[in-house]
């Protein structure tokens, strides 16, 4: 088998792995957008390709998919595929139309007649993230994908150092968090307890900037509302993310329970005005918050991707306003700014406002790499997903690892 890195040995972001068969099938894993702009080079996503393996619904790692086709097989979660047609849904583009093949994990499947793959569930950022072991011409690849071991699914990291994958020739390992620490906050539980300390005593309302795809964050906010017998406030998008998700886990909050509560933007509304959605949107009713957040602010927590800047103004005058941050900090910065970044950096500076930044990596830790990567025991490994390479060699030579390689993008190697 022959493994080629199109992009990820360099770089967080982008990525995507090719294996080749000794009979010529090809397969990749992950066919990720780049997170910035410094190589906007993918003419590789108009390769040749017999079948595509997501790991999981974050962008620099699906983001291209769509540029295989609609006849090429994509294996992916049941879940994952709702969580990106859920976006797409929210900004009105056509959903995804491609030959989508539902996988599940710990059930081990074939790909092309050649390829053998047993995904397993990891602890991520998003509620849906898979590693993968790949056996093709008697050899066996474990493809970590992203993961942690400080969330509230650690209970998949620790089984899989208790019982590791076995004989494995090449360990493709994610290496995020080389050069990065995740500071004051090391756990979800912290993270809990930072926003809780933060909400309890609040004058107005609190505002918990985050992805609505990070159901692990989400749940933080929900339980450390639920301590302070505080609402907890979801967009319209946010309550249809969690539709999706209890579709596969009952223990996710309903829009339903007594401590949630859904802001109606009108403009999400529309976004769901054909009938399919009639049942979701009726429910939806009972629950809905407006203006009524003014009468009492300090009852409210809103988690929102970003805060509104005239909601923001009409709570002026009623105590201090917390933002809290709760998501990585580089998205404040010029070369990784998104939609609401000048925003959010024009908040920080504002008098009315308390901006602080509780908030924990979706990303496994030097230290808790190493402990996989020794659980693992492949003969061979090659970190990727990291911008420091080097650094990553460096640390794990120094714990004794003698076993890593870095490799080139677009280089083919032999295994």
Same mark, same amino acid.
């Given at each position: 088998?022959?493994?080629?890195?199109?992009?990820?040995?360099?770089?967080?972001?982008?990525?995507?792995?090719?294996?080749?068969?000794?009979?010529?099938?090809? $397969?990749?894993?992950?066919?990720?957008?780049?997170?910035?702009?410094?190589?906007?080079?993918?003419?590789?996503?108009?390769?040749?390709?017999?079948?595509?393996?997501?790991?999981?619904?974050?962008?620099?790692?699906?983001?291209?998919?769509?540029?295989?086709?609609?006849?090429?097989?994509?294996?992916?979660?049941?879940?994952?595929?709702?969580?990106?047609?859920?976006?797409?849904?929210?900004?009105?583009?056509?959903?995804?139309?491609?030959?989508?093949?539902?996988?599940?994990?710990?059930?081990?499947?074939?790909?092309?007649?050649?390829?053998?793959?047993?995904?397993?569930?990891?602890?991520?950022?998003?509620?849906?993230?898979?590693?993968?072991?790949?056996?093709?011409?008697?050899?066996?690849?474990?493809?970590?994908?992203?993961?942690?071991?400080?969330?509230?699914?650690?209970?998949?990291?620790?089984?899989?150092?208790?019982?590791?994958?076995?004989?494995?020739?090449?360990?493709?390992?994610?290496?995020?968090?080389?050069?990065?620490?995740?500071?004051?906050?090391?756990?979800?539980?912290?993270?809990?307890?930072?926003?809780?300390?933060?909400?309890?005593?609040?004058?107005?309302?609190?505002?918990?900037?985050?992805?609505?795809?990070?159901?692990?964050?989400?749940?933080?906010?929900?339980?450390?509302?639920?301590?302070?017998?505080?609402?907890?406030?979801?967009?319209?998008?946010?309550?249809?993310?969690?539709?999706?998700?209890?579709?596969?886990?009952?223990?996710?909050?309903?829009?339903?329970?007594?401590?949630?509560?859904?802001?109606?933007?009108?403009?999400?509304?529309?976004?769901?005005?054909?009938?399919?959605?009639?049942?979701?949107?009726?429910?939806?009713?009972?629950?809905?918050?407006?203006?009524?957040?003014?009468?009492?602010?300090?009852?409210?927590?809103?988690?929102?991707?970003?805060?509104?800047?005239?909601?923001?103004?009409?709570?002026?005058?009623?105590?201090?306003?917390?933002?809290?941050?709760?998501?990585?900090?580089?998205? $404040?910065?010029?070369?990784?700014?998104?939609?609401?970044?000048?925003?959010?950096?024009?908040?920080?500076?504002?008098?009315?406002?308390?901006?602080?930044?509780?908030?924990?990596?979706?990303?496994?830790?030097?230290?808790?790499?190493?402990?996989?990567?020794?659980?693992?025991?492949?003969?061979?490994?090659?970190?990727?997903?990291?911008?420091?390479?080097?650094?990553?060699?460096?640390?794990?030579?120094?714990?004794?690892?003698?076993?890593?390689?870095?490799?080139?993008?677009?280089?083919?190697?032999?295994?």
């Amino acid at each position: 088998m022959k493994v080629k890195i199109y992009r990820g040995t360099k770089e967080i972001g982008g990525t995507c792995v090719e294996l080749t068969a000794d009979n010529g099938k090809v $397969l990749w894993v992950d066919l990720g957008a780049p997170l910035d702009n410094t190589n906007p080079n993918v003419d590789y996503a108009q390769n040749k390709l017999d079948a595509l393996l997501i790991s999981h619904p974050h962008q620099d790692h699906f983001g291209l998919m769509e540029k295989v086709g609609t006849t090429v097989p994509i294996f992916i979660g049941e879940l994952s595929l709702d969580l990106i047609n859920a976006t797409k849904i929210f900004r009105a583009i056509p959903q995804l139309n491609g030959n989508f093949k539902t996988i599940k994990p710990w059930e081990s499947f074939t790909i092309a007649d050649t390829f053998r793959v047993k995904p397993f569930l990891t602890d991520h950022s998003t509620p849906e993230a898979f590693a993968f072991l790949i056996e093709a011409d008697d050899k066996r690849i474990f493809y970590s994908g992203d993961f942690r071991a400080t969330g509230r699914k650690n209970i998949v990291y620790k089984k899989q150092i208790e019982n590791p994958s076995e004989n494995i020739d090449l360990l493709l390992i994610e290496g995020t968090m080389v050069e990065r620490t995740n500071h004051l906050y090391s756990t979800e539980d912290s993270v809990e307890e930072a926003i809780y300390n933060t909400i309890k005593a609040q004058t107005n309302l609190s505002f918990v900037i985050s992805s609505a795809q990070n159901i692990d964050r989400l749940i933080s906010v929900f339980r450390a509302c639920k301590r302070t017998q505080k609402y907890l406030v979801i967009d319209v998008y946010s309550a249809w993310i969690l539709e999706m998700v209890r579709k596969q886990s009952k223990n996710i909050p309903a829009i339903e329970w007594e401590e949630i509560k859904v802001y109606d933007h009108p403009s999400q509304l529309e976004k769901i005005k054909d009938p399919s959605f009639d049942d979701f949107r009726n429910r939806i009713k009972p629950q809905r918050v407006g203006n009524s957040v003014f009468s009492n602010p300090s009852d409210y927590v809103y988690f929102v991707r970003c805060p509104n800047e005239k909601l923001i103004d009409k709570l002026r005058g009623k105590g201090t306003i917390n933002i809290i941050y709760s998501q990585w900090e580089g998205y $404040l910065l010029e070369e990784h700014k998104n939609f609401c970044t000048d925003n959010l950096n024009a908040l920080k500076k504002d008098s009315d406002i308390s901006f602080q930044t509780i908030h924990t990596s979706g990303h496994a830790t030097v230290p808790d790499l190493m402990k996989f990567a020794k659980a693992i025991n492949s003969k061979k490994i090659v970190p990727i997903h990291t911008a420091f390479p080097e650094q990553f060699k460096k640390e794990f030579e120094k714990q004794g690892f003698s076993n890593i390689t870095l490799w080139e993008d677009g280089k083919e190697y032999s295994l």
